[in-house]
């Protein structure tokens, strides 16, 4: 791929004599492909906030990114709190590469807009549901985290909360990017920060966080809880400094894979950092199976998802999300109800995406209404905010992408929460001689064995207006009647909104005996997602139908065939 040099906007980056140093150099040595995807791609402010690559270029993100970005977001804070700026916005960050500049930078715009800032102590690095927890603490105007959660290591990005700790809604999103739009000085831009505006983040504040987490043991002075052997990977990320040292003083016996234990920008032993994909699980499968381990725990970078990996008879089996949420869903609710500590008019949330197992077991069990909503915790966040005139009580929130809320002090999602409870549950499990497979297979046994495998499929970021906007087109346009041998029986669109929430690029597919299929390009990535929620009579005839429709779904679609 060819790029022109002599096109305006590179010209303009190129020589700008304020150019930041380390954005010339990323100019100089650029290949024309990347500067193609650097100036011919704009980094968009969206609903989930801002996430890319880092380098040079408004396709790019970079300090230039913070600084517009930030500037936006004041104005919308000088806008709706003009007299109340000194209530302040909690900045923290991941381990990232820049992620400690990135923070610091976001900080220092604040406060040259007058608004106080809170900075954790020496900028430390910290899980993102700290972030929204604080924020709530502190009655701040809202929080910020410099974090591209389980992105691969060359990206970055920008997540802002609103005063509940929850991620900002489109009202407040289409401000700040209509404000971003104003800015066409940002290269030349100089602001003078006011350092007495930032302030450090209470130590209670990381106290009151910690004795929420310890709060959620049903069992919390039970001292066989030491016989649960425990592999804790964080990826080098931000859960090390909480997950593991929580979980040992809870009386776990805790080994943490050494080589992600540490921070490490390049993840260097891990690869892909997200634990829904296999090259994070190399290690802490080796250190389960070497230490004979009951239970495998992953957080993802910034400490906001938990992969679950337990032992079974066949040796470790990598829950998935619903799985995982099935087994939290039903250990929370059980616990109490038996203890009597459910409230009355408990509420759940889940997503549109996320496998009706876990519904079927709030709703039918415990009496528990389910709320649905679209993909991402901000829709939930947003709910659970009404709460109070509705007359409802928070039990549960989650979504399939291995993302759960157990707490409401938090309203993003917390995989230190459901390290702690998932903990609990394969404890108490291991006392009653029983597995986690066990307690799975229960649920299987009452409600259908179901198959939620989920497919991603990855582009390049110039790719998705070619190849995945005509997925989702031909399948509007041709729709779905039969696929393989099952017949569809209802077919759901989300772009118009359903069920009293926005419009979303979300088709669902149902077939006649209650099993589904989904597709929904990824809100941050480059990547289409299909999901899979098939129910059969035994695990492997929901694995054959799963196998069978994702076969005639790539046939339908022209996409490669799984090897």
């Known amino acids: 791929m060819g790029f022109d040099k002599k096109k305006l906007l590179y010209q303009e980056w190129k020589n700008n004599p304020e150019l930041d140093e380390e954005m010339r150099e990323i100019l100089s040595s650029a290949t024309p492909t990347e500067l193609s995807n650097a100036f011919n791609l704009e980094l968009e402010f969206g609903t989930a906030g801002i996430r890319g690559i880092m380098g040079a270029g408004p396709g790019r993100f ?19 709190y003009p007299n109340q700026l000194s209530q302040g916005v909690v900045v923290g960050h991941d381990s990232r590469h820049n992620s400690t500049k990135f923070a610091q930078l976001t900080a220092e715009v604040l406060t040259s807009e007058g608004i106080k800032v809170y900075l954790f102590k020496k900028n430390q690095m910290q899980p993102t549901p700290v972030v929204s927890f604080a924020t709530r603490k502190l009655k701040a105007l809202g929080g910020i985290v410099i974090t591209a959660s389980h992105n691969p290591a060359e990206y970055n990005g920008y997540k802002i909360y609103d005063s509940t700790g929850c991620q900002l809604m489109p009202q407040d999103t289409d401000i700040i990017s209509q404000e971003i739009s104003k800015i066409d000085d940002i290269l030349i831009w100089n602001f003078q920060p006011q350092k007495k505006l930032i302030s450090k983040v209470p130590h209670k504040v990381i106290r009151a966080y910690k004795k929420m987490i310890n709060n959620l043991q049903f069992y919390p002075r039970s001292l066989s809880k030491v016989n649960l052997k425990i592999v804790y990977s964080s990826v080098n990320g931000t859960g ?51 230490h004979d381990a009951d239970l495998i725990l992953i957080n993802d970078p910034d400490a906001d998802r938990l992969g679950v990996g337990i032992k079974t008879k066949k040796g470790y089996e990598i829950l998935t999300g619903n799985q995982v949420g099935a087994l939290l869903i039903n250990w929370k609710l059980s616990q109490m109800k038996l203890k009597h500590t459910l409230p009355s008019n408990p509420v759940m949330y889940s997503s549109f995406v996320t496998a009706d197992l876990g519904d079927r077991i709030a709703e039918d069990e415990y009496q528990v209404k389910v709320i649905k909503t679209l993909t991402g915790f901000k829709w939930m966040g947003h709910e659970m905010n009404q709460e109070p005139e509705r007359g409802l009580n928070f039990v549960f929130a989650y979504e399939e992408s291995i993302g759960y809320v157990l707490d409401d002090s938090t309203r993003d999602k917390d995989g230190i929460q459901a390290a702690v409870m998932i903990a609990e549950l394969a404890w108490k499990t291991k006392v009653d001689f029983r597995t986690l497979s066990d307690v799975l297979d229960d649920i299987y046994k009452k409600y259908g064995y179901y198959d939620t495998t989920t497919i991603n499929l990855n582009f390049k970021p110039e790719e998705k207006t070619a190849k995945i906007d005509p997925i989702m087109q031909e399948l509007r346009t041709k729709g779905l009647v039969q696929l393989a041998d099952s017949k569809i029986e209802k077919t759901e669109d989300y772009l118009p909104g359903l069920y009293n929430m926005p419009g979303q690029n979300l088709l669902k597919f149902y077939f006649q005996d209650g099993s589904w299929i989904a597709l929904r390009p990824s809100g941050t990535e480059p990547k289409l997602k299909i999901y899979f929620n098939i129910i059969a009579t035994s695990a492997r005839k929901a694995k054959s139908t799963q196998v069978k429709l994702e076969k005639a779904l790539r046939e339908l679609l022209n996409l490669p065939q799984k090897k």
Request: charged share 25%; aromatic share 14%; hydrophobic share 30%.
């Open 62 to 80: 970079n300090v230039y990114t913070i600084k517009k970005v930030t500037r936006g977001y004041a104005q919308l804070l000088k806008e709706k």
């Open 240 to 290: 090390g400094l909480y997950t593991p040292k929580l979980l040992k003083h809870q009386g776990y016996e805790v080994i943490e894979v050494k080589e992600h234990s540490q921070p490490d920008e390049n993840f260097t032993y891990v690869g892909n950092p997200n634990p829904e994909f296999s090259p994070v699980w190399k290690y802490p499968l080796a250190y389960a199976k070497q």
